[in-house]
């Protein structure tokens, strides 16, 4: 079955600086991946996706997230976080029919 | 997200007793999915639909039960709720599931 795995699931960091979430996924099939983000109170949104292409992906908001096959990877970045920032992220891959969630990371931005 | 509603959106019951929950959409979307929400735990697949009067297990379904008679209506019930129930539910929808997923606003379930 498919998973990912998500590292550091609390961050905390000021305004201005530069974000990076880590992804690692693990599927023999073909992969499709999201990355999602939940703010404080909300449901979930979809910040980007890869399903083929490019792998360096570009979402809302400033995101990207790059796709690195050999690493096994889908790392979120942002160059420079805003308050508004804060939320909890998700990385997500596409298999058997559902999609299955890693456990989340808890970003707050200080101002 | 419009398009997609539960109900209800909060809840509190007692241990031992059913509950359903709803979810209702006006995309005739294929596909619609229950995830509960639990801190340390992300995001867990319950049950799953692929049509009208066609559903699957996720990876957490013991206790829950699922029906899909129309192409709108996805209804989740636990059965007899338990505490280990207490939960935020989410259901989402889907029409091409590469596409991603949208999600309601949740359901917040207090078993006590």
């Known amino acids: 079955a498919q998973s990912v795995s998500q590292h550091n699931h609390h961050v905390i960091l000021s305004e201005a600086a530069s974000l990076e979430l880590g992804c690692n996924y693990s599927y023999g099939g073909t992969v499709n991946l999201f990355w999602y983000v939940q703010y404080p109170g909300q449901h979930l949104q979809l910040l980007l996706k890869y399903f083929s292409g490019d792998p360096l992906v570009k979402g809302i908001k400033g995101f990207e997230a790059e796709f690195i096959k050999s690493k096994f990877s889908f790392n979120l970045r942002k160059p420079s976080v805003q308050w508004s920032d804060t939320a909890e992220y998700f990385c997500a891959i596409y298999g058997n029919n559902r999609l299955a969630f890693g456990k989340g990371n808890q970003v707050v931005v200080i101002p | 997200d419009a398009g997609i509603t539960q109900s209800p959106r909060h809840k509190v019951t007692e241990t031992g007793t059913p509950v359903t929950l709803r979810c209702h959409q006006t995309e005739n979307h294929r596909y619609m999915y229950w995830y509960r929400q639990d801190p340390g735990h992300g995001l867990r697949l319950i049950h799953y639909s692929y049509g009208v009067k066609d559903t699957d297990k996720g990876e957490v379904s013991d206790g829950y039960s699922v029906s899909r008679s129309k192409t709108e209506d996805f209804l989740l019930t636990l059965e007899s709720a338990t505490s280990s129930q207490t939960s935020v539910y989410f259901c989402?929808?889907?029409?091409?599931?590469?596409?991603?997923?949208?999600f309601g606003s949740g359901t917040r379930l207090t078993v006590v």
């Open positions: 989402a929808i889907s029409e091409r599931t590469v596409d991603g997923y949208t």
